[in-house]
Nanobody, 126 residues
């Protein structure tokens, strides 16, 4: 069983930066981990994903490439999302998620993830 808890959300002006963290309890050292987001009235969107066993294997949504960076500290069992050059359209509830079992491919499909955190709110004002 894996439990995930996000932190680091808040309010920021457009162009600013925020760093989200997700502390995991339980075995995630060989799992796929990812960040998702959901804005009111919109579908959940995969933002970034990473292979814990090979942290250079990452995947990003086109909308955040070049602005967001996902990293994993296996010693601390912590997932991080560094968000730069934030835009109002980045405003959403952000969720950390983990797959069950071995990470074959870090994907951005929410249906493939078994464990979810409660979320942290990010608001970007123009």
């Amino acid at each position: 069983e894996v439990q995930l808890v996000e932190s680091g959300g808040g309010s920021v002006q457009a162009g600013g930066s925020l760093t989200l963290s997700c502390v995991a309890s339980g075995p995630t050292h060989r799992s796929c981990l990812a960040w998702f987001r959901q804005a009111p009235g919109k579908e959940r969107e995969g933002v970034a994903a990473i292979d814990s066993d090979s942290v250079t294997r990452t995947r990003y949504a086109e909308s955040v490439k070049g602005r967001f960076t996902i990293t994993k500290d296996n010693a601390l069992n912590t997932l991080t999302l560094q968000m730069n050059s934030l835009k109002p359209e980045d405003s959403a509830m952000y969720y950390c998620a983990a797959k069950s079992g071995f990470c074959w491919l870090p994907s951005l499909s929410g249906s493939e993830y078994a464990y979810w955190g409660p979320g942290t709110q990010v608001t970007v004002s123009s």
